[in-house]
Structure formats: structure tokens, C-alpha cells
């Protein structure tokens, strides 16, 4: 387990995100790099919320599309939960690094048009495919979008997924309550 992505679980509008979310590599012969999200237990041991982060795991070990942040394994001890998936970063991370690489130059403007339109396709793609699926996704926002090496838009934050016309959980917003 490496390094925490500093800014992505730290602001207030992202508290509804559960994981932390740290870089790390596979302990195999490649030591590929992969994203490994963490949810400490003792910091917020509510079951709901477990139970929550646990269909959230399984439903990104089922549904199996490009459209999604690929699952390799995960683990679940006493105090925390680990999902580990393919290297992504948070989209949010994305563009501020485009701005800071960007500094001066009058091509960044051009680049997150060019990276927010196949982002939004690859994003429609995947809920077309939830949805011949019967499935609605309940959680899209900015903080369910992730990019991965080849910077493509992935879907996450599967947590609220659940079958069309069945009874769901909705993701309740705290900054809509004030």
C-alpha cells in the first residue's frame, strides 16, 4: 500500500465518498500498479454503512463491463475494508493536474473539452449498458468518475446500484438538507 491520494476524501463535498483511496502495487512478479480504496471500520463502524461498502464490492466484482473501474481482489478484516482495482485516479485530480501542467499555455481549455467529451460518451456508454441490463446506477456525480492510465472515464461508487423497479437506498446529500 502506497501513498493516499491526498485530495480526493479530504473536503467536506466529498464526505459522502466512504473510501480512502491510496496507490499501490500488485505483490506479484509485475508489481502492476493498482489503486487500493480503504474503508476504516473503526472510524465509522455503522453496519449500514458496511453493508453498503460490501454490495459495493460485490457489484464491481459482477458487472463486468469497460465502462467500469476494473476489480481485482478485496479483503475484509476486523477494522478495515479493501478494494483493490486498476490504477485510477479521481476525476477532480485529473483536471487540476491538466491546470497545473497547463500553466501559460492556451491548449489546456482544448485538452478538457477533448477529455470531458469522450469522458461523457464513455460514461453514457456504461449507463446504456446498466440499463439494457436493468440496473440504475443512483450515484452518478463527480465523485463517482475515475481515469485510469490510459485516460479513460471509468464509473464507480456502485454502492446504490440496484435493479429497475426495485426498492433502493438513495444517496442523501447533507449539504441539500441546509
Not at 480504496?37 to 460485490?58: R, V
Not at 452518478?140 to 429497475?164: H, M, P, R, T
Request: charged share 25%; hydrophobic share 35%; with cysteine.
Amino acid at each position: 500500500i502506497g501513498d493516499k491520494i491526498q485530495d480526493f476524501n479530504d473536503s467536506f463535498s466529498n464526505r459522502m465518498q466512504y473510501w480512502d483511496i491510496h496507490d499501490g502495487n500488485k505483490k506479484d512478479q509485475t508489481k502492476s500498479p493498482v489503486s487500493i480504496f480503504i474503508y476504516d471500520k473503526k472510524l465509522n463502524p455503522d453496519e449500514s454503512t458496511i453493508s453498503l461498502l460490501k454490495k459495493a464490492i460485490l457489484n464491481c466484482k459482477t458487472l463486468r463491463h469497460p465502462g467500469f473501474v476494473t476489480y481485482i481482489e478485496d479483503f475484509d478484516t476486523p477494522e478495515k475494508l479493501f478494494l483493490v482495482t486498476e490504477r485510477v485516479i479521481p476525476l477532480k485530480r485529473q483536471f487540476n493536474e491538466m491546470n497545473r501542467q497547463g500553466l501559460g499555455h492556451g491548449c489546456v481549455d482544448d485538452q478538457k473539452q477533448e477529455a470531458a467529451s469522450q469522458g461523457l460518451f464513455n460514461i453514457a456508454t456504461t449507463l446504456d449498458f446498466m440499463h439494457k441490463a436493468n440496473l440504475v446506477h443512483n450515484n452518478i456525480c463527480s465523485n463517482s468518475v475515475f481515469v485510469d492510465q490510459a485516460g479513460l472515464w471509468k464509473l464507480f461508487g456502485l454502492e446504490y446500484v440496484n435493479k429497475i423497479g426495485e426498492p433502493s437506498v438513495y444517496k442523501v446529500l447533507s449539504s441539500l438538507q441546509r
